[in-house]
């Protein structure tokens, strides 16, 4: 239990290494708010007897994880354990961190201050009372403070009311029913008073009905107006649930974005995390359970980090490294997926690792609308592609989410037009949850002049950004129209993206057309010809290619691919400058393939040739040990006079495909029969018959219609043999006459054979 506080306080580092400045000029968004502003933050503590023992422990660690949470040194932050005064001599409330700013020497103050909370025993006054604790919060956020820096009070309870045993409240009688009406009135005065109220409720069975009414009942606005950002009531089943709850309270309330890992491993273990390519700056926030675990981080690139300074260009500040939970803040991180490897001493890996992110990012967009210039009463069609602020492709849904797109069209002679841009693959939107918001308007008759579509990305944790683009109402055809066909298309870096640009001037002078590439980081893409002429009355289709950069533009991003997102424009500078053309254009940009992704082909076909040759030899090899194999050959052992004696099948060979023998009692009744390692030893001929080796290494040809000699008296000649006798071969056991295959004589010494070699099935 000590350990599960000490590591909830330990856990500041996740949200106190966001402090630091981002250390870099940040690119320009239309009503972006400072990053970290200041806040004031009371944390109510509940130290009632209606929760248990480990609900007060898990409670005193979630007061120092959200104390101890903040982004900027410059908020202040109150803690204090509540219960009901239920005697003249009790109090509601128990102070125990006054207001400390949240700078360096405050934050190691709080530390202390929490660990002294602590459950009332019997006698000290054991009820909740929520009204004295919400007055007790709005004092404190609201005395010698600066009403226009946020107000967050967390209320950390069971979420159930008891003010039964409470003189303050009343008749015994009729206590409860003032305490419903205090608690009313102490909710409105933190509304009129702008304080948000964040409840979490603890224990077996917090009062959720309670709890929403809390939360409703103080001020609604928070940091940015989305549904998200809006206070609103949470709970958790058991204490370790709290870390993830609080870092989505905490992010909620504060405009962050919250990442989740995976489930959490014992050490020795990597985790892996993704950084969106949204994020401007982020803290990799690891729950080590036991502060002898040592973290390494690793970025998508493969490359172990330093945990402070600057790399790759992104800065690095670890906090918490001595403690149960560290984080580590990236200014500017390389999007992708980090793993984190944890490592620890034998007698320290009982506890799991678990990690999250926490990020605040940038979301731009690119807006178009086709045509650019259109006639009064003519459809046109709006999109919103997002990007970052490079110019890249917003792909995932999970790094918007919560976005909110408002968008309108403004101009001479009428109304504004409210736009819905939608990105729900429906009407004129191409698909659905691909990061390009599109709708549709008609330009009304009456319109004259100059036109604006504008459009503004709305989401928690990220900047709002603002875009538009001006048009003009077309007074009828245009002196000049301009097609452009410049399709997606897969790139390599510092090659080029080819399409066709159709043309058609209609007057009698000649008019300059101008291209470009905007929407996107300078120098990633170009356009060629930068300019276009057209004569007089001239026609036609004109080449136009899209060059990417080199490979060093895109740094440490490219990793395995990114997606640019251009717009090409074409502007007619004869014609004031018209616009004719603003055409998106999506490039997929991949690495350049090496040696081996380039010719692939050749390996392949250079793989399968050796493996074809491979099987040839083998096949070769397969082939000559068949013609070599013994198995069938019918030996006859002939005597000089031409007898033949015996006759014996010859059976498998060794693995040289020999077949070895012997000739048992010479003199007396000679027989062949199987011997390993005996004096004899036959085996096929390609060109049929056999080769006779004899001990010491003499090899003699054995033809298939003659006999060579074996000993002074003795030869040895070939018998016939069948297609029968060659598939079953058999081999005589030593002690029989004439071995399995004997019998009858069917020929002289030299009797021919009616297979041979070229009649073998084996062959």
Known sequence: ????????????????????????????????????????????????????????????????????????????????GFAAAESDDQRAVDPVCPRTPLDAAGRETIGDCVGKLRGREEGEGTGTDFPSAIRQGVHDLTRGTDASEPRVLFLLTDGRMDVADSPKYGDPAHREAEGERQLTEALKDAAAQNVQIWPLGFGADPDQEQLDRIAAGGYRK?????????????????????????????????????????????????????????????????????????????????????????????RFELAGGNGAVEALKIVDPLPGTWKVRAEAPEGHRSLPVAVSVLWQGELRGAITMDPPSPQAGEKVTVTMRLQTREGYEIKDPRDYAGLRVRSELTGDGFDPLALDLADDGEGADPGASDGSFTGTATIPRDADGELKVSATLTASGLSADTRSESGEVAPGQLPVRAVLDLRAANAHPGTEVAGNLDVSNTTDVPHTLRLSVADVKDGLLSVEPAEITLGPGESGTRKVTVAVAPAGAFGDRLGDGLRLAGTVTVVDTTDDDRTLVRSPLSVHVTPEPGI???????????????????????????????????????????????????????????????????????????????????????????????????????????????????TDTLSLALGEETRTTRRRPQTATAGSGSGSGSGSPTGGAGGGTRGGYDDNPYL
């Not at 402090?19 to 690119?27: E, L, S, T």
């Not at 036991?290 to 970025?299: S, W």
Request: with cysteine; hydrophobic share 40%; aromatic share 6%.
């Open 1 to 80: 239990m000590r350990r599960a506080a000490v590591s909830l306080v330990g856990g500041t580092a996740v949200f106190v290494s966001l402090v630091a400045p981002a250390g870099r000029d940040p690119v320009p968004a239309a009503d972006s708010a400072p990053a970290f502003p200041s806040v004031n933050y009371a944390v109510a503590v509940d130290e009632s007897a209606s929760l248990t023992p480990a609900d007060l422990r898990a409670e005193k660690a979630a007061a120092a994880r959200i104390a101890l949470g903040d982004v900027s040194s410059s908020s202040h932050v109150t803690v204090f």
């Open 222 to 314: 928070g940091c940015v107006e989305l549904p998200s950002a809006t206070p609103k009531a949470h709970k958790v089943s058991g204490a370790k649930d709290i870390g993830t709850t609080l870092e989505k309270i905490f992010a909620a309330a504060h405009c962050l974005r919250h990442e989740e890992g995976p489930a959490p491993k014992r050490p020795p273990a990597t985790l892996e995390i993704g950084i969106s390519p949204l994020a401007t700056v982020g803290s990799i926030v690891v729950d080590k359970g036991d502060p002898a675990v040592e973290i390494t981080y690793v970025d998508p690139s493969g490359d172990e980090v330093p945990t402070s300074g600057t790399y790759k260009k992104s």
């Open 596 to 710: 081996g992704e380039r010719y692939w082909w050749a390996f392949a076909s250079g793989a399968v040739l050796i493996a074809l040759a491979a099987a040839a030899v083998a096949a070769r090899r397969r082939l000559r040990r068949r013609r070599r194999d013994p198995s069938g050959l019918v030996l006859r052992l002939v005597s000089e006079d031409g007898t033949v004696l015996n006759e014996h099948t010859a059976g498998r060979g060794n693995g040289k495909q020999w077949y070895e023998f012997a000739v048992a009692e010479a003199h007396r009744s000679p027989r062949i029969e199987r011997r390993a390692h005996g004096p004899y030893a036959v085996q096929r001929r390609r060109e049929g018959g056999a080769v006779l080796r004899k001990q010491g290494g003499s090899r003699t040809p054995v033809p298939p219609h003659g006999q060579v000699p074996l």
